[in-house]
Nanobody, 125 residues
Framework: VQLQASGGGLVQAGGSLRLSCAAS????????MGWFRQGPGKEREFVAA????????YYADLVKGRFTISRDNAKNTVYLQMKSVKPEDTAVYYC???????????????????WGQGTQVTVSS
């Protein structure tokens, strides 16, 4: 199993960035997917999740209206479009695969089964 996140980097506040996560080694289209982040000195926190078909999404309040999660099952890839970024969005961003088709009721790290290595996003003020 492999989840390869990419697209991170340095961006100015108010700017945009798109993260990608390429999956392999499991049936991608049978799993809900999520994005989490971990800022300096902070615990890993939930950002967004999407169900197996892409028709249902769920966001943390902190990013609602600014971030959009999407997926392409033909490419085994999940995306996180980040807009109007803020310095507090600075973190390592991780993609993760849930255990089933649907977005978990509890979106905590322990609920997700497979994890990528993370990609650093730094927002300058």
């Amino acid at each position: 199993v492999q989840l390869q996140a990419s697209g991170g980097g340095l961006v100015q506040a108010g700017g945009s960035l798109r993260l990608s996560c390429a999956a392999s080694g499991f049936t991608f289209s049978s799993r809900a997917m999520g994005w989490f982040r971990q800022g300096p000195g902070k615990e890993r926190e939930f950002v967004a999740a999407i169900n197996w078909s892409g028709r249902s999404e769920y966001y943390a309040d902190l990013v609602k209206g600014r971030f959009t999660i999407s997926r392409d099952n033909a490419k085994n890839t999940v995306y996180l479009q980040m807009k109007s970024v803020k310095p507090e969005d600075t973190a390592v961003y991780y993609c993760a695969a849930a255990r089933g088709l649907y977005i978990p009721v509890e979106n905590t790290p322990r609920i997700y089964e497979y994890w990528g290595q993370g990609t650093q996003v730094t927002v300058s003020s």
